[in-house]
């Protein structure tokens, strides 16, 4: 790849190095990805650019910053997924909405359970404290790269046999493929916070990393869903409403 070596606006070298790398990050890398050794990207650009290592380190550092890249200790520089735009509508699917947006999505189920009903969950599903609720947890990966956690909840103890069958792919397909309904998003909610201990382990990401917390209700199942992402992977995108005619 050519860099060019004429000077630029850019106020600092270190900055500079840093929108040539989100450059080639955009065209030429995909999520999942690991950029160069260190020694190989100083060699490059200590040869066209005179350039030590500590700048590329803090172009690097930058582009951690905005989301594009992770370190990894031990294993190099991961490449990060563009953020994703999530839609605030009642037929939001985090699934269809990654494939839409030309990316791979899986998901895998990692607890499934019968538990009382915590004060919190239980004021969301309309129930009583202590009440028995379905808990579902899935991870959602996008080509390979853990994206988000999702704590599903449902107050219809009916559900829990056909629940119990589900281990991986769309919730949202699998329902409505065993029931025969489409789940229809009533309320929904945003906020952020740091990441806990166990979430960044799921999610593999730094300790104290901010997230998106998004909680949705949907009253055709009785469901209160819980779904944390790193907030440097979402863009959150509010549906326009209709205005009817005149």
Known sequence: MHLSTHPTSYPTRYQEIAAKL??????HYRCGDYLPAEQQLAARFELLLK?????????????????????????GVLVLM?????????????????????????SEKLLSVLRPASGHVADALGITEGENVIHLRTLRRVN??????????????????TLQRF???SLHDFLREQTGITLRRSQTRISARRAQAKECQRLEIPNLSPLLCVQFRDFTLALFGLGFA???TVTVKAARRSTPSA
Do not use: M
């Not at 590329?56 to 989301?67: N, T, Y």
């Not at 390979?144 to 046999?161: E, K, N, R, S």
């Open 167 to 169: 281990d991986s792919g």
């Open 230 to 232: 790193p907030l440097t």
């Open 22 to 27: 989100e450059q080639e990050l955009r065209q």
């Open 51 to 75: 350039l030590n290592r500590h700048t590329l380190r803090r172009a690097i550092d930058q582009l951690v910053e905005k989301g594009w890249v992770q370190r990894r200790q031990g294993v």
């Open 144 to 161: 390979g790269v853990a994206l988000c956690l999702i704590d599903h909840y449902f107050a219809d103890l009916t559900l829990w046999p």
């Open 82 to 106: 563009r953020p994703f735009d999530y839609p605030l509508n009642a037929q939001a699917r985090f699934s269809q909405n990654l494939l839409d947006q030309g990316s791979h999505p899986t």
